[in-house]
């Protein structure tokens, strides 16, 4: 299986400043002749199911707001918030779909500081 | 509104059965590939199951293959995991998910249900 490991495990940052979450997997999610990334990532919120912010690393779901974006390609993919609000403490994690069994990362927690 | 709604949870003794169901609502169920994602009691998440649209393909964990068993009722709008010898390891938080494309594989999670929590102690 495909490891995918997130840093840091945890992310204080003060409302208003950029908050910045790696993931790295242990082999390329790029498929070559698609040129995609297989790559998406989830917010979860206290006693709340996760919600799904980006796929293909960068597409945005509906509703994210813009301050949040994906980047990185093959290995290495990190996600940023631009300028961190409250509504934006949770966990996030980041999970690979390139394989025919998709695995998460360990969970990066975003508390405000 | 899309809903997906769990039942089934329990207090199980370890080696005994269960059966979680998902009952969906506001999208055309058979559109969409289904999962089964678990999530242990503070801990990440782990994918369990999937199956396509129409049942052909189907798809398990090495932690579950061979316990667990996925299924569909497209008539009845449901999604189901028959989980058998169950272990203490097996204690999580049990997520209905759909896919957001149409194949079980290759596939990320548009749509979460609230969970229904699996315990396996004796």
């Known amino acids: 299986d495909i490891v995918m490991t997130q840093s840091p495990d945890s992310l204080v940052v003060s409302l208003g400043e950029r908050a910045a979450i790696n993931c790295k997997s242990s082999?390329?999610?790029?498929?070559?002749?698609?040129?995609?990334?297989?790559l998406a990532w989830y917010q979860q919120k206290p006693g709340q199911p996760p919600k799904v912010l980006m796929s293909w690393a960068s597409t945005r779901e509906s509703g994210v707001p813009d301050r949040i974006s994906g980047s990185g390609s093959g290995t290495d993919f990190t996600l940023t918030i631009s300028s961190l609000q409250a509504e934006d403490v949770g966990v996030y994690y980041c999970q690979q779909y390139y394989s025919i069994v998709p695995t998460f990362g360990q969970g990066t927690k975003v508390e405000i500081k | 509104e899309v809903q997906l709604v769990e039942s089934g949870g329990d207090l199980v003794q370890p080696g005994r059965s269960l059966r979680l169901s998902c009952a969906v609502s506001?999208?055309?169920?058979?559109?969409?590939?289904m999962h089964w994602v678990r999530q242990a009691p503070g801990k990440g998440l782990e994918w369990v199951s999937g199956i396509n649209w129409n049942g052909a393909n189907i798809g398990y964990a090495d932690s579950v293959k061979g316990r667990f068993t996925i299924s569909r009722d497209n008539a009845k709008n449901s999604l189901y995991l028959q989980m058998n010898s169950l272990r203490a390891e097996d204690t999580a938080l049990y997520y209905c998910i759909r896919g957001a494309l149409g194949g079980y594989d290759h596939n990320w999670f548009d749509t979460w249900g609230q969970g229904t929590p699996v315990t396996v102690s004796s």
């Open positions: 082999q390329s999610v790029l498929h070559s002749s698609k040129k995609k990334n297989y």
């Open positions: 506001g999208f055309t169920f058979d559109n969409y590939a």
